[in-house]
Every structure is written in structure tokens, then in C-alpha cells.
């Protein structure tokens, strides 16, 4: 069965702490994986995907990594903007050509204090 | 920059009822999907549309559920008779095209609450 793990579920850090997020995946066969932002309320906000083991994608303080296994999501000098919840998403090739069918991991919470 | 909207909000219903649940998707875009959230819960795949047609659905997109694209900019979802456990956060999405290199663009969603 498709599944995808974050760990961890809630992560607080310092103004300019890095850290990173975990997302781990079981697919039989990965065609994309998708890191996804959102704010209290609001619809996921998309970030990333990636496609094949050691892809990275970088935008401003957010750098994305992929392995067979898992990708991380590596904050650098976070800021108080960056308090999100990021979820990992993942789509099998088991399913269409759509991309829609994406399964979802519960998230990680994350709070950046000033 | 062009989003998905979606409309009501909020919306209370009484379990056996109707509700019809609406987007507008981003103008450009052929794809379209539901996804709900219950609370507490992942994020989970419903349905994706094109072409005027339902192209994948996932098992909780049961006979209860309904899905519509009555014009040149409305998608709707309709839940024919609600139960307690369709409470949930509902999400529109749309995307120019079927791949990865073509993102999902998520509405802010719908809280439907069944009492």
C-alpha cells in the first residue's frame, strides 16, 4: 500500500535555527514527489517536486532532496514567516496519467519564534 | 496572480440533506480535482476532471458524490444525502496540465460541518 510518514509532526525553532523535515514514502514506483505549504485556513500552497533520486530544489530559504526512500525539506535561517504546516505528497504509477491522485502525509507543523 | 476560489466557506447542513460545494478554477486551467480534509486527518484525493469527464476517482468518491462543470468557469461537487462523517474540509484544486511540471493550485476551501 502507497503511504507517506513526516516526521516530525511539530517542530518549534529560533529565528535563524535551521532544521530539517522528513518526509518518508512507500510507492510501488514514484513518478513525483510534492512539498506543499499551508497556512491556518487556507489551501496547500505548492513548493516543490521532485521527480528522481538526487534531485534538489531550492527557493529562498527552502531547499528540497530527494532519495529512493525520502525527501527532506531543509530550512535555512528560518523567520517567523516560514510557520507553516508542510506536507508531503506523493504520486504512484500504479495510478493514471493524471496527476491528481496525490497521497498526502499528515504534515509537519512548523513554528518559528522571533 | 490567478487562484481558485471557492464558495461558500462555511456551510452547515442537517445529515440527509443536499449540499452543492463550488469552485471557480483558475481560467486557464483543464484539470480539475476535489480533495477533503478531516480534521486532524492527511489531506485525501476524491476526484480529478477533464475533458468534461471524471478521469481518476479515489473509494470515498462513492454514488453520494457528484461532481459538475456546468459552465465555462464553475466546478461543482455535490454530496447527494450527508452523513455525520462527510464533515470535513473540502479543497478545489486546478492544474494546467496532467504532470508533475503542471502543480495542483489549491483553493482555501469549504468547511462543511453535518449536524
Known amino acids: 500500500e502507497d503511504q507517506v510518514t513526516q516526521s516530525p509532526e511539530a517542530l518549534r525553532l529560533q529565528e535563524g535555527e535551521s532544521s530539517s523535515l522528513n518526509c518518508s514514502y512507500t510507492?510501488?514506483?514514484?513518478?513525483?514527489l510534492f512539498w506543499y505549504r499551508q497556512d491556518p485556513g487556507k489551501g496547500p500552497e505548492f513548493l516543490f517536486t521532485l521527480y528522481s533520486a538526487g534531485e534538489e530544489k531550492e527557493k529562498e530559504r527552502l531547499k528540497a532532496t530527494l532519495t529512493k526512500k525520502e525527501s527532506f525539506l531543509h530550512i535555512t535561517a528560518p523567520k517567523p514567516e516560514d510557520s507553516a504546516t508542510y506536507l508531503c505528497a506523493v504520486q504512484s504509477l500504479s495510478y493514471g496519467g493524471s496527476q491528481g491522485n496525490l497521497i498526502f502525509g499528515k504534515g509537519t507543523k512548523l513554528s518559528v519564534k522571533p | 496572480e490567478p487562484e481558485v476560489t471557492q464558495t461558500p466557506s462555511h456551510q452547515v447542513t442537517q445529515m440527509g440533506q443536499e449540499v452543492i460545494l463550488r469552485c471557480v478554477p483558475i481560467s486557464n486551467h483543464l484539470y480539475f480535482y476535489w480533495y477533503r480534509q478531516i480534521l486532524g486527518q492527511k489531506v485525501e484525493f476524491l476526484v480529478s476532471?477533464?475533458?468534461?469527464?471524471?478521469?481518476?476517482k479515489s473509494e470515498i468518491f462513492d454514488d453520494q458524490f457528484s461532481v459538475e462543470r456546468p459552465d465555462g468557469s464553475n466546478f461543482t461537487l455535490k454530496i447527494r444525502s450527508t452523513k455525520l462523517e462527510d464533515s470535513a474540509m473540502y479543497f478545489c484544486?486546478?492544474?494546467?496540465?496532467?504532470?508533475?511540471?503542471?502543480?495542483?493550485?489549491f483553493g482555501n476551501g469549504t468547511r462543511l460541518t453535518v449536524t
Open positions: 484544486a486546478s492544474s494546467l496540465g496532467a504532470r508533475g511540471n503542471s502543480p495542483l493550485h
Open positions: 510507492v510501488s514506483g514514484l513518478r513525483g
Open positions: 476532471f477533464y475533458n468534461n469527464e471524471i478521469s481518476e
